[in-house]
């Protein structure tokens, strides 16, 4: 069974960073594409960063662009996400999802369910 546990979120301030984290298991962590989804209060949830298994090759949301970075450790198990200028508008729920599709793919068409607890990023003066 696929398991994700994130880590990372906390109270920051605008213009700062977090460093977000996802381990995960229940699946073969090289040949899967990852990613990172957030839920805003009160809003859909948004496929923000995804990063291939095969080339490590990117997709980011308009949103994001320019300021997040996502990066894996296969060994580790673990995906990335590096957060920096953080806006209020990036407070919420972050969670991490894979697929067996190309980074673009599992970032726009958002999944049914999600696998972990989610961490709270909280964007606030």
């Known amino acids: 069974q696929l398991q994700f546990v994130e880590s990372g979120g906390g109270l920051v301030q605008p213009g700062g960073s977090l460093r977000l984290s996802c381990v995960g298991s229940?699946?073969?962590?090289?040949?899967?594409?990852l990613g990172w989804f957030r839920q805003a209060p009160g809003k859909e949830y948004e496929g923000i960063s995804c990063?291939?298994?095969?080339?490590?090759?990117?997709y980011y949301s308009e949103s994001v662009k320019g300021r997040f970075t996502i990066t894996k450790d296969n060994a580790k198990k673990t995906v990335y996400l590096q957060m920096n200028n953080l806006e209020p508008e990036d407070t919420g729920t972050y969670y991490c999802?894979?697929?067996?599709?190309?980074?673009?793919?599992?970032?726009?068409?958002?999944?049914?369910?999600?696998w972990g607890q989610g961490t709270q990023v909280t964007v606030s003066s």
């Open positions: 229940g699946f073969t962590f090289p040949y899967y594409t």
């Open positions: 999802a894979v697929r067996r599709a190309a980074a673009e793919t599992l970032c726009t068409e958002i999944p049914r369910h999600f």
């Open positions: 990063i291939n298994d095969n080339d490590d090759s990117t």
